[in-house]
Nanobody
């Protein structure tokens, strides 16, 4: 059994900052990659940022320079530091992880989501 859980969302004014946290737990052999997606009102779920096992980050163009993703492998955790927040950043943020439960079996896991609301 594997669980992925996010926390850290909340209400913040435009220009403010928030840091989201995510940790995977359970029967884990290896975490390959972790990342963050979001879904705003009336929008499709989109990639915000991700980091692979080599520590290489990828960012959506809309957040480059404002958000920073980091990973702590020993904790099976990933963080998203968000600054200079804009109202268009509002949405439900989901943690995503590609996890091997055994040496030969992997799956994609999602957290339940955490709400980020940026007021103007």
């Amino acid at each position: 059994q594997v669980q992925v859980m996010e926390s850290g969302g909340g209400l913040v004014q435009a220009g403010g900052s928030l840091t989201l946290s995510c940790a995977a737990s359970g029967s884990i052999f290896r975490v390959v990659a972790m990342g963050w997606y979001r879904q705003g009102p009336g929008k499709l779920r989109e990639l915000v940022a991700s980091v692979n096992s080599a520590g290489i980050p990828v960012y959506a163009d809309s957040v480059t320079g404002r958000f920073t993703i980091s990973r702590v492998n020993a904790e099976n955790a990933v963080y998203l530091q968000m600054s200079s927040l804009r109202p268009e950043d509002t949405g439900v943020y989901y943690c995503n992880a590609h996890i091997y439960r055994t040496a030969s079996s992997w799956n994609e896991y999602w957290g339940q989501g955490t709400q980020v609301t940026v007021s103007s």
